[in-house]
């Protein structure tokens, strides 16, 4: 498989983020065991308000399984997961939801069977405010033109990469502080990886604080301000996004070479 | 010649509305669990129970409740959503008692359409331990004002079953409204879709559950009331039969599919009214032979989705 040339590191370096400040989201030592398998062995994480953190690692090293215990689709063996520094273990996933955590799953779950546009209003299942909803609508739209063309075919018939925009767009209606992506870029050609990643960064731009799991490394460094790299259940490195790029441990830890 | 047809029309077409709205019921909870509630035929006798009690009907001689009447005796129209409720509330506790415990500990789905079908033994059992096994009749004059039987066309016709019809017809419209013109129809189609993305968009599918629970029984409760005044209640098993035949539509129509379950159930119906009355014996064997050589055709049901896995 070709993998896309990154480009070149032409922005600033952002500061540090004011440490001063309380995390929105913090992992403290969480594990998850499935069965007798421990997929992950505790990982601490924090992402903080307007960051765009990348999770890295190899197929397997329990990225996913992070981005569902967050999401309370998996529960702890141990640690926490706090959220505005309240431990938020064992609450019902669409409480999470509730809360401000959009979780954009992997292989993007479009409601195939439904519209784009039954997809995206449910979206927004647990908002009243019709008013912002319609501008949130629009500014989907905006961002994805392809799915304003596409608003009535069945979410089924859309081709992979705008089934991966509907996923987005879907997670977005729900106006969440915090959202997590699972692997956006999989499966996708180099062109609409591109694409995707370009309309992550406008949306960090505008302030929206992501989590953003990818194997896609290139891809997700180009477009994070800090990043972390789990391997088999552990946090292997950790540093800014151009640390990771530049640092030779990067391909070393995550490609297992 | 011609009111003879109207009447064989108007037998199959209420007949095959029973049936749709006991397969419609099998349908809601099939499409979110992807599990048959094998207690289904049961609340549809419940149904039939609760209406009889509610205008007034006294128990039997024999079973723990014997010479029990409520002192209460609705009209029809007010009894029939009555038991309808009654029916509901019923299989929630069902679903609390039989569906979620197993669901709650991830276990497989084959094990609830055993536990349902233990569920639906046990209510068998509970009624005729409660009012006996003999059979009750909901007296044809409790439709009030309304005449036991009207000309149409020429044709001279039960007005239950024009009752029925109409019933029916106006649920399965509501139903399919719902699921396709509102939010939370379609929060329901989401879950049965795909539970967990339900979930992630912050549906409650535990409350969705519940709602499709809730329907089920519903429509059941009603059929069951509808065929007691039509045909009487043939004692506690009365809904057996019913309930394999609903099951019969089901598979006919096509899986969880809602216009499959109305057209599977017309489509038995008439067939089983086209059998002349001196063979009622051989009705059964013409409606599961149609669904057998349906089957064979389309493996999937009439409306039913290809069975080969999507990629």
């Given at each position: 498989m070709a993998t896309p040339i990154p480009p070149p590191i032409t922005r600033p370096i952002p500061p540090p983020p004011l440490r001063a400040q309380q995390p929105l989201l913090s992992?403290?030592?969480l594990a998850v065991h499935y069965?007798?398998?421990?997929?992950?062995?505790?990982?601490?994480?924090?992402?903080?308000?307007?960051e765009l953190v990348a999770l890295l690692g190899s197929n397997g090293a329990g990225k996913s399984t992070t981005l569902r215990a967050i999401s309370q689709l998996v529960p702890p063996a141990a640690g926490r997961v706090c959220w505005h520094g309240g431990c938020i273990n064992g609450l019902p996933t669409h409480r999470t939801v509730k809360l401000g955590i959009a979780h954009c799953p992997e292989g993007r779950r479009v409601l195939g069977g439904l519209s784009v546009a039954d997809n995206l209003a449910l979206g927004a299942w647990l908002r009243r405010d019709q008013a912002g909803i319609k501008v949130d609508l629009e500014r989907c739209y905006g961002l994805f033109p392809r799915l304003a063309e596409r608003r009535n075919q069945l979410a089924g018939s859309l081709s992979g990469g705008e089934q991966q925009m509907l996923a987005i767009g879907r997670a977005l209606m729900a106006r969440p502080t915090l959202l997590m992506?699972?692997?956006p870029s999989l499966g996708l050609a180099p062109k609409l990886v591109a694409e995707v990643m370009g309309a992550l960064a406008g949306l960090h731009r505008d302030g929206l604080t992501m989590l953003l799991v990818e194997q896609n490394a290139n891809a997700a460094l180009s477009i994070a301000d800090r990043g972390y790299v789990l391997e088999s259940g552990q946090i292997g490195l950790s540093g800014s996004a151009v640390e990771l790029v530049n640092s030779s441990e990067l391909g070393h830890s995550y490609l297992g070479v | 010649m011609g009111s003879d047809f109207?009447?064989?029309?108007?037998n199959g077409l209420s007949l095959g509305a029973v049936y749709a709205l006991f397969a419609l019921g099998y349908t809601l909870v099939f499409s979110v669990l992807g599990v048959i509630n094998f207690a289904h035929g049961a609340v549809f006798t419940l149904g039939a129970y609760f209406t009889y009690l509610l205008i007034g009907g006294a128990v039997g001689a024999n079973g723990l409740l014997a010479g029990f009447q409520l002192p209460i005796a609705l009209p029809f129209w007010l009894a029939l959503p009555l038991a309808g409720l009654g029916a509901a509330t019923v299989a929630l506790l069902i679903e609390r008692l039989a569906f979620r415990p197993l669901r709650e500990r991830n276990a497989d789905p084959l094990l609830a359409l055993i536990t349902s079908l233990g569920?639906?033994?046990v209510l068998v059992n509970l009624i005729q331990l409660l009012v006996g096994a003999e059979s009750y009749a909901i007296p044809s004059g409790s439709l009030g004002g309304l005449p036991v039987a009207i000309q149409l066309f020429g044709a001279q016709v039960r007005t239950v079953q024009l009752l029925l019809l109409l019933v029916a017809t106006v649920l399965l419209a509501a139903l399919s409204l719902w699921i396709d013109g509102t939010r939370s129809g379609k929060a329901l189609r989401?879950?049965?879709?795909?539970?967990?993305?339900?979930?992630?968009?912050?549906?409650?599918?535990?409350r969705m559950v519940q709602i499709a629970f809730g329907l089920s029984g519903f429509l059941a409760g009603l059929a069951g009331g509808l065929v007691g005044l039509s045909v009487s209640l043939a004692g506690p098993y009365f809904g057996i039969g019913y309930g394999l035949k609903g099951l019969g539509v089901l598979v006919l129509g096509g899986l969880g599919s809602v216009p499959g379950a109305v057209l599977g159930g017309l489509l038995i119906g008439l067939a089983e009214a086209c059998v002349p009355a001196a063979w009622s014996g051989y009705r059964e064997v013409v409606a599961y032979g149609v669904l057998f050589v349906v089957l064979l055709v389309r493996p999937q049901g009439l409306l039913g989705k290809p069975l080969a896995t999507k990629v």
């Open positions: 992992l403290e030592g069965g007798g398998i421990s997929a992950l062995r505790g990982i601490d994480l924090v992402v903080y308000p307007g992506l699972d692997e | 109207i009447q064989l029309l108007l569920a639906g033994v989401a879950v049965s879709e795909d539970p967990t993305t339900a979930q992630l968009l912050g549906i409650n599918s535990h």
